[in-house]
T-cell receptor, first 112, second 116 residues
Framework: RKEVEQDPGPFNVPEGATVAFNCTYS??????FFWYRQDCRKEPKLLMS???SGNEDGRFTAQLNRASQYISLLIRDSKLSDSATYLC?????????????FGRGTQLTVWP | ETGVTQTPRHLVMGMTNKKSLKCEQH?????MYWYKQSAKKPLELMFV???????ENNSVPSRFSPECPNSSHLFLHLHTLQPEDSALYLC???????????????FGQGTRLTVV
């Protein structure tokens, strides 16, 4: 079983739509959680960290459910510029040193 | 502007060539990573260095040889590559756990490698 699994997509939504991505992780001891965004032929960039209490940044809301080992990202009022691949990332800490696990990514296309 | 710089941005090499990719981070991080991303495929972790020591080699062929002379620099030495090694090679750094928690990873812009 993969460490991090995401909805494969692709998601194609009109401007202004609300879209949600889901992600599950296998290690219940995972420490930290992030959503990254990757544009075509570019490097991944941090979109937001995910906290247990849930957190919001403008149109983006991230949720973490430790009991279900589930992470979500909600994008409201989608813009054309939101078109990208969204990567779910989990940090596991072994003995003392962390290791990042990336999901395969979910592709989003927002159309006019 | 990224705190992680990779050079070169693009590289074309023959199968008998030897070349090196360079990564430098200016963020004071203690962990550095090499990832490979082939077309339309997810990121594949290749190597992890924590405090200059290699802590992970994800079954990478020996034609890829990493080097980490200090916590700010990371190299990937390439020799006798195959056409299927053509991909985007990404370097990343993070502040690994030091008792106060980990930070997210920051990526360089990548080296787009083509093996001919």
């Amino acid at each position: 079983r993969k460490e991090v699994e995401q909805d494969p997509g692709p998601f194609n939504v009109p401007e202004g739509a609300t879209v949600a991505f889901n992600c599950t992780y296998s290690n219940s001891a995972s420490q930290s959680f992030f959503w990254y965004r990757q544009d075509c032929r570019k490097e991944p960039k941090l979109l937001m960290s995910v906290y247990s209490s849930g957190n919001e940044d403008g149109r983006f809301t991230a949720q973490l459910n430790r009991a279900s080992q589930y992470i979500s990202l909600l994008i409201r009022d989608s813009k054309l510029s939101d078109s990208a691949t969204y990567l779910c990332v989990v940090l596991d800490r072994g003995s003392t040193l962390g290791r990042l696990y990336f999901g395969r990514g979910t592709q989003l296309t927002v159309w006019p | 502007e990224t705190g992680v710089t990779q050079t070169p941005r693009h590289l074309v090499m023959g199968m008998t060539n030897k070349k090196s990719l360079k990564c430098e981070q200016h963020l004071g991080h203690n962990a550095m990573y090499w990832y490979k991303q082939s077309a339309k495929k997810p990121l594949e972790l290749m190597f992890v260095y924590n405090f200059k020591e290699q802590t992970e080699n994800n079954s990478v062929p020996s034609r890829f040889s990493p080097e980490c002379p200090n916590s700010s620099h990371l190299f990937l030495h390439l020799h006798t590559l195959q056409p299927e090694d053509s991909a985007l090679y990404l370097c990343a750094s993070s502040q690994a756990y030091t008792g106060t928690g980990d930070t997210e990873a920051f990526f360089g812009q990548g080296t787009r490698l083509t093996v001919v």
